[in-house]
């Protein structure tokens, strides 16, 4: 007889198959066991539109369905949508229990689903597998707790904390499987973010690149995101490419109007959000590196209100850090390669730290992988601290405005692999 974790480890890989592509909507995997142990049914959720995870396993099963136990990574949806609602399909195909891993936040569902298979005499069981599943689904569940995407901090640094040699070259510090797996990153991120410092140093194209996907699923490139309150950056180069992927220019109300209009006519969509609390009066030089900066809370709550469920920033090490000391980093995901910089390279984070070590962030290492000759590590907060959770943190959380500033300032190359 198969075990309902074993059961549920085998739905949480089936919906980690549509963790690129289904996207704005979380990534569920149903598996469906009759009651000699036998599985009959395995369905994952593949694009916005197309049927759920249950009903992929509905059809797979048939027949056997009825009597069966399905096993669910997130509760059955309770609502009409582009496609039909789960749970009573689960209903009239006569499933005689349902396990659900972890109940699904988004305000037409909260407890729904569940209601409605208990109404009908199903037996239902949920956090079963609850820690696997939430982690896979991480993006969607913040997403909907917050409205904002799960902000994922990537960079590449050499052993001693640096992004680039003094004279700013950083191609390459790690190896081909390292930029490779970053660009994996990339592709299941709904958006890519950088500073304007960033972009005017690289040129960067912000697309994933040479890479294969199983089950002939290829998502769509992400929306590149720039942040730039003051139009430094031109309308150039491959991110204004429109080709290439959507560009969506996130600047203040302070910005120079040409510069909208430049952003406009090469095909971008701009929106502008408050200055960040604090930023310097404008000077009406929106070329000057001192000029006014967005609040990154309400660029963050623009992307939510986008559907994007999942941010990756590469920006440099200005931006890196006001996203850390506004609290606002849920994800830090660091590639080490075994290169020495010294005390001239440029640093991970720039910006003010903390005064002593018990004012410091602390962080928890969820991951380690070997990529090749490098490391990738994965972290997430553990505290707050000043690099990472200031005081305005909680606040930020919370949905308030954190006293942030966008990399405007320039700051170090992002050391971004690929580009």
């Known amino acids: 007889m198969r075990g309902d974790e074993a059961a549920m480890a085998e739905a949480v890989a089936q919906g980690e198959r549509g963790r690129f592509t289904a996207a704005p909507n979380p990534w569920v995997g149903c598996v469906i066991v009759a009651s000699d142990g036998e599985v009959v049914g395995r369905g994952f959720h593949q694009r916005a539109g197309e049927p759920h995870a249950e009903v992929h396993a509905l059809r797979e099963a048939g027949e056997r369905a009825r009597g069966a136990t399905a096993y669910v990574t997130l509760e059955p949806c309770a609502h009409q949508g582009r496609t039909p609602p789960c749970a009573p399909a689960l209903v009239d195909a006569g499933v005689g229990r349902v396990v659900v891993a972890v109940l699904d936040p988004d305000d037409r569902v909260a407890g729904r689903g569940v209601d409605i298979l208990r109404a009908a005499g199903i037996a239902v069981d949920v956090g079963v597998g609850a820690g696997a599943a939430a982690r896979s689904l991480a993006p969607y569940l913040h997403h909907r707790r917050t409205g904002r995407p799960l902000c994922l901090l990537k960079t590449a640094a050499s052993l001693d904390g640096r992004t680039a040699a ?101 095909g971008a969509e701009v929106e502008d959000v408050a200055a960040a609390p604090g930023a310097p009066p404008f000077t009406g030089a929106p070329a000057s590196p001192s000029g006014p900066a967005v609040d990154l ?11 994007i469920l999942q941010a990756m920033v590469e920006g440099g090490a200005t931006l890196h850090g006001a996203l850390l000391r506004a609290g606002l980093v849920d994800r830090l995901v660091v590639y080490t390669g075994g290169v020495v910089l010294g005390a001239e390279g440029r640093p991970l984070f720039a910006g003010p730290g903390p005064g002593t070590l018990d004012g410091a962030s602390r962080w928890r290492l969820t991951a380690v992988r070997e990529l090749g000759p490098d490391a990738r590590l994965d972290w997430e907060p553990l505290e707050p601290g000043d690099l990472g959770g200031s005081p305005a943190s909680s606040e930020a959380r919370s949905g308030g405005s954190p006293a942030s500033r966008e990399g405007d300032s320039g700051g170090s190359p992002a050391s971004r692999e690929g580009d």
């Open 166 to 266: 003094a004279d700013g070259t950083s191609q390459w510090i790690t190896g081909p499987d390292a930029r490779a797996d970053a660009h994996r990153l990339r592709a299941e991120s709904g958006a890519v973010v950088v500073g304007a410092g960033t972009a005017l140093a690289d040129h960067p194209s912000l697309t994933f690149r040479n890479l294969a996907f199983e089950d002939g699923l290829t998502p769509a490139q992400p929306l590149r995101v720039l942040l730039d309150a003051s139009g430094r950056v031109p309308a150039s180069g491959p991110l204004f490419d429109p080709t290439l992927a959507p560009t969506l220019v996130i600047t203040s109300p302070r910005v120079a109007p040409g510069a909208v209009a430049a952003w406009k006519a090469a």
């Open 297 to 307: 809370a309400c660029a963050l709550e623009v992307l939510g209100r986008r559907g």
